[in-house]
């Protein structure tokens, strides 16, 4: 698995934001059963940036704590078979890891939600890590029965890691 990372913003919330990004992505991957090695970009960023993005490619005038942009098209969640018949788009021609897309995760909204749920910057870097994700592999929370299934989704993995509240 490769990630990719770039923090443009610079804040520091006392975590290693590679490490536990890493650690997180690779366990969604084995959770999920991705049959590939993956490869994800993650911006770190402020509210002011976030906020330009988000207005910029949803049309949502707001700062928001995680964008999520896939690489990869779904029939249904984590079904592969686009990307292997798309492979030239899909996966990356010099390593054969599957481009899965880009997590953009605005750290001040990090920090702000860690105190407003009463648990560690950590944990709420994690769970948005493990959100985005969930939505690199095609899962959506558009109805309330796929909102309860990525909230399980996300909380194994948290689990499964012991990054809890």
């Not at 090695?37 to 976030?50: G, P, Q, W």
Request: charged content about 30%.
């Amino acid at each position: 698995m490769t990630l990719n990372l770039e923090d443009e913003y610079g804040l520091e919330l006392g975590i290693d934001y590679e490490g536990t990004a890493s650690l997180v992505i690779s366990q969604v991957l084995e959770e999920e059963g991705c049959p590939y090695e993956a490869e994800v970009n993650l911006l770190l960023t402020s509210n002011e940036e976030i906020h330009r993005m988000n207005r910029e490619y949803r049309d949502v005038d707001r700062p928001t704590d995680v964008l999520s942009f896939p690489q990869v098209e779904y029939e249904s969640p984590v079904d592969f078979s686009w990307a292997e018949a798309h492979e030239r788009d899909c996966f990356d021609p010099d390593t054969g890891e599957l481009l899965l897309g880009d997590i953009v995760i605005s750290l001040d909204k990090v920090k702000e939600q860690a105190e407003k749920y009463g648990h560690g910057v950590r944990r709420e870097y994690a769970f948005l890590i493990a959100h985005s994700m969930l939505h690199l592999l095609g899962y959506d929370h558009m109805t309330e029965d796929e909102a309860k299934d990525m909230e399980t989704r996300q909380s194994a993995v948290l689990e499964h890691l012991n990054i809890t509240r």
